[in-house]
């Protein structure tokens, strides 16, 4: 089988800049060229064997041209050329896929993956949205620093080796609270007040209270029970 090469037929004396010689006008072209500036308005200046074409980038080349870049220019008359594609970048180390308006990628049946061997990064100006049924993140290290956090669910469990939280103020408020550890340390500085209907401290082998002013007063009733009783 043999492949014809690309050649150019007929475009109009209007696409090429000062200085350069036009095809014939009156028909298509099929060139290809590097792409030599970028002016404005999204017109790409592409020099084929001679000549500079003037067009714009089509809908279908996600690639973002570049300057360098060697692209294939098509259009059925002088004044509709399109820069197709890009057949060959001139930093083949660096790709940038760009649309005009909402971009979305979506697959009927199967899922849809995104990888990188080195760094992958997803950003936005205004906000980021994740929704699913399920959300899976699998990580040996994560770092999160957010300006304000507001989180609702129904349930939250933590499973880890040790937890540390550092702050300036802490407020929970729940209808009940377990706390179950083999040992516990809590140290104020200033004021420690409990304020509860019933008050209930059990220990099996010790219970100690000290203070260089200690009181315990009771409205009605105050009573000391024990096998021994030693005062002073």
Known sequence: ??????????TAATMHTEGSQPFPAGGAVNALGVVSSVLPGGIYSVESEGHVLRCLRAASCLLRPEIGDTVLVNGPDERRL??????????????????????????????????????????????????GPQLQIDADEARCRIGRLDYSGEEARVAVFGIRVIGRLYEAVVDRLVHLSKSAFRMTEGMDQVHAGQLDYRATEMARLHGKNTVITARDLIKTDAKQIHMG
């Open 1 to 10: 089988m043999k492949v014809a090469p690309l050649k150019k037929t007929q």
């Open 82 to 131: 399109y820069l197709t594609a890009v057949a060959e970048q001139a930093n083949a180390g660096a790709a940038h896929i760009e649309v005009e308006g909402d971009l979305t990628l979506a697959s009927r049946l199967g899922a849809v993956n995104v990888e990188s061997p080195t760094l992958l990064n997803l950003r936005a100006r205004q906000a980021t949205t994740i929704g």
